[in-house]
Every structure is written in structure tokens, then in C-alpha cells.
């Protein structure tokens, strides 16, 4: 167990719904990060908070997919009006001051869009 | 563009074999490489290497970085069945923590 939790699991969800995803970090880490991971391949940055800020996000992150971290605690991803592109494991990881590049990564929520 | 790339994409291997698995990268303004294991579901941290030459060891697992010629190894010795997972390598760069990965190494020890 790394310290970041996430939640659901697990989601299946039929295409053209709304979800969303909920991530909590280790609680001194103040860097959050999303990656989206499908099979066969590495994870593949989404986007990334510092405190509250969303300092950058991928061009991978279409209009339908919007994240937030309101306190600067745990964030939220949301996707709506799901495709089955959207299929994937969607993990979240933190990082500290002190800990440079070194994430520790969640679980993930795997996502299944029928 | 960043870009890692591993090799092998796979292998198999019997109980106590010695494994090396390749990254090698492009990348703008290199801060660090790292080695992840994933198992089922989260990445665990293996690696972070940043000076080239320097072997970093942990147990039976090593890993060294040529920031000249832009590749890494990561030696698996003895290997045991609890070593099989996929081994991602990562970059960074320009951002804290936006790391590029590569497609990862399926690493099956068979007993």
C-alpha cells in the first residue's frame, strides 16, 4: 500500500454517461497527479496539481475530461459523455516536497465504457 | 517529443536466471530516470537514477544510467517467481513529476 487511495475500483458504465473518479493522496505530498493507462502501455500523463493549481494539462485531456482539487487535498476526475476510447485504467499518484520526481501511485480505478 | 522506448517487450525466464531489461530516451532539459514495478495495479518504485554511472542496488535488483549515451539498464539476479511483473522505465523533464514511460517489459519466472 503506497498511501494514495483511490475510488471506485472498478467502473463500468455505459457509453454517454457521466463519471468520476476520486483520488487521496499521501496527506503531506501537495503534487497530484492523473495518468490514464491502457493495456499493453505505460501510463500517459493526464494532468498535474500543485496545492489547488492545475499547473499543466495533456492535449490527451479532451473538453469531456475536467479534474479538480479544491482544498488541496483529494481531486476528482470527471468524464462526461463517456466513449469507449475511454476505456482504461485512470491512476492517480503524489508527490512531496523532497521527493523530486518520485510519484507514489494509487491503486487506479479501471474504467470499462460498454 | 519525449520518448522512452524498452526492450524486450517480454520474456521468460526459469527461476534463479539473471534478467537485464534495456530504456533507452529522448528528452528535453533530463532531470531523472526511474524504474517502476507494476504488479496488478499501482506502479511501485524501484529507481531513481540521475548521475551517470552510478549503480544503484537494492537486494537482487541493480540499476545503472549512461546519461551520454541516453539508456539505462535494470539487472534482475537470481531471479524468483515474485519478480514477475511488467518494469516501467520513466523520464523527467521539464515538469516535476510529468513523467514519460515506456510501454513496459513483461518479465513472466517461470518455478
Known amino acids: 500500500d503506497t498511501g494514495v487511495s483511490q475510488d471506485p475500483r472498478h467502473k463500468i458504465t455505459k457509453r454517454g454517461q457521466n463519471v468520476t473518479f476520486r483520488c487521496d493522496p499521501i496527506s503531506e505530498h501537495n503534487r497530484l497527479y492523473w495518468y490514464r493507462q491502457t493495456l499493453g502501455q505505460g501510463p500517459e500523463f493526464l494532468t498535474y496539481?500543485?496545492?489547488?493549481?492545475?499547473?499543466?494539462k495533456s492535449r490527451l485531456l479532451s473538453d469531456r475530461f475536467s479534474a479538480e482539487r479544491p482544498k488541496g487535498s483529494f481531486s476528482t476526475l470527471e468524464i462526461q459523455r463517456t466513449e469507449q476510447g475511454d476505456s482504461a485504467m485512470y491512476l492517480c499518484?503524489?508527490?512531496?516536497?523532497?521527493?523530486?520526481?518520485?510519484?507514489?501511485f494509487g491503486s487506479g480505478t479501471q474504467l470499462s465504457v460498454l | 517529443e519525449d520518448k522512452v522506448v524498452q526492450s524486450p517487450l517480454s520474456l521468460v525466464v526459469h527461476e534463479g536466471d539473471t534478467v537485464t531489461l534495456n530504456c533507452s530516451y529522448e528528452v528535453t532539459n533530463f532531470r531523472s530516470l526511474l524504474w517502476y514495478k507494476q504488479e496488478k495495479k499501482a506502479p511501485t518504485f524501484l529507481f531513481m537514477l540521475?548521475?551517470?554511472?552510478i549503480e544503484k542496488k537494492s537486494g537482487r535488483l541493480s540499476s545503472i544510467l549512461d546519461k551520454k549515451e541516453l539508456f539505462s539498464i535494470l539487472n534482475i539476479t537470481a531471479t524468483q517467481t515474485g519478480d514477475s511483473a511488467v518494469y516501467l522505465c520513466?523520464?523527467?523533464?521539464?515538469?516535476?513529476?510529468?513523467?514519460?514511460f515506456g510501454a513496459g517489459t513483461q518479465v513472466v519466472v517461470t518455478p
Open positions: 540521475t548521475s551517470s554511472g
Open positions: 520513466a523520464v523527467a523533464g521539464d515538469s516535476w513529476g510529468k513523467l514519460q
Open positions: 499518484a503524489s508527490g512531496g516536497r523532497g521527493t523530486n520526481e518520485k510519484l507514489f
Open positions: 496539481f500543485q496545492n489547488e493549481a492545475q499547473l499543466e
